[in-house]
């Protein structure tokens, strides 16, 4: 990510999303031992969405990107994505980050790539699967 988009940054509740995956054997490096990455809190709440059924770390990081004009949000979950969308946002996605890797050559492979993330829990539709194969070249 460092090579693709520089400093990232994250709320506070993405990283409490993160350890409770760790919780679950996932390893997650702490924040201050990755020189790209940046925790920033929410200033403004009242920016945020007033959707409750979005988890803490869409709702951080949506808040996040409305105080800071530009961002790219990086968003999996379907709801945040529309949400942030709706508020006028770039939106893009896990697999829109490895397609980015690939096209500029630091991704081998999107099928392994896929495969992978398929395996660690990620559920992601054939359909949706294939159409990023093609945009990667790889079908």
């Known amino acids: 990510m460092k090579r693709l988009y520089g400093t ?3 709320a506070p509740a993405v990283l409490s999303e993160l350890r409770a995956g760790a919780a679950l ?3 997650v490096p702490e924040p201050q031992d990755i020189d790209w990455l940046s925790l920033l809190t929410v200033r403004n709440a009242s920016l945020m969405p007033l959707i409750t059924d979005l988890g803490p770390g869409e709702t951080e990081t949506i808040g996040l990107a409305l105080e800071h004009p530009g961002s790219l949000v990086i968003l999996d979950d379907l709801l945040g994505r529309r949400v942030a969308l709706d508020a006028g946002l770039r939106v893009t996605g896990t697999l829109g980050l490895l397609l980015k890797a690939k096209r500029l050559g630091m991704l081998p492979s999107m099928a392994a790539a ?17 159409n990023i194969l093609v945009e990667a070249g790889e079908r």
């Open 8 to 10: 990232v940054h994250f």
């Open 114 to 130: 896929i495969g992978e993330l398929r395996k660690a829990g990620m559920w992601i539709g054939d359909r949706l699967a294939t």
């Open 25 to 27: 054997g996932v390893s």
